[in-house]
């Protein structure tokens, strides 16, 4: 079974530019969260989908941050216009309905803003 | 505030030796689940045990152990016979259960930085 897959593994941009991160979940997986990591500390959830509907954004920084999830399946994150602070690492997880609430990591996509 | 709080930012073991890594939690919540994740410089966040809270019974997985205490709201994991592979970044969260099917975010420590040693 594959895992979740995200790209690009790396990206550096500088600050007031746009970036977009990619996530295919595993399949099968209804739900999907994009998770923030800033370097020392441990993930903080962005954005929760259930299949392509949106269940918690509250921590999303709506101003700059963007997710989608059209059909149900692969997500985008977008974060524009980009600011120093959001140097971290964004990963994406899935979960299936009956996987006991484990949820499933991707290797996540380190951003530099510089 | 729903947290997670590791007091250890840092351990170190000798290989094939024994290592406890503490983690406290503060939920109102009474149905949830714990996980130990373990993140190596991939940055692969790899599930390593989970407990139910639920359940008294405290989980293992072949070297990974867990002591549970829910009144205490503490749940440490302890390794044994620590090999190479186990140095990581070691990260303690819970999900609340929503009910039925869905559940929430993880919410994660800080972590705690574990070094084996040959």
């Known amino acids: 079974e594959a895992g979740v897959a995200q790209s690009p593994r790396y990206k550096i941009i500088e600050k007031r530019q746009s970036v977009a991160f990619w996530c295919n979940p595993i399949?099968?997986?209804?739900?999907l969260y994009w998770y923030q990591q800033i370097l020392g500390q441990g993930p903080k959830l962005l954005i929760q989908f259930q299949n392509n509907g949106v269940v918690d954004d509250s921590q999303l920084p709506k101003d700059r941050f963007s997710a989608e999830r059209l059909k149900g399946v692969d997500s985008t994150l977008k974060i524009q216009p980009a600011k120093l602070e959001d140097s971290a690492v964004y990963l994406c997880?899935?979960?299936?309905?009956?996987?006991?609430?484990?949820?499933?990591f991707g290797a996540g996509t380190r951003l530099s803003v510089l | 505030a729903q947290t997670v709080t590791q007091s250890q930012p840092e351990m170190s073991v000798q290989e094939a030796e024994t290592v406890t890594l503490s983690c406290t939690y503060d939920?109102?919540?009474?149905?949830?689940?714990l996980f130990w994740y373990k993140q190596p410089p991939s940055r692969q966040m790899i599930l390593v045990i989970r407990q139910e809270a639920y359940k008294q019974q405290n989980a293992t997985e072949n070297r990974f152990s867990v002591n549970f205490q829910k009144a205490a709201k503490s749940f440490s994991l302890k390794i044994s016979d620590s090999q190479l592979g186990d140095t990581a970044m070691y990260f303690c969260a819970y999900v609340i259960n929503a009910g039925g099917t869905s559940y929430g975010k993880l919410t994660f420590g800080q972590g705690t930085i574990l070094t084996v040693h040959p």
């Open positions: 939920t109102s919540e009474n149905n949830y689940y």
């Open positions: 399949s099968g997986h209804a739900t």
């Open positions: 997880a899935s979960s299936h309905q009956d996987s006991k609430n484990i949820q499933y």
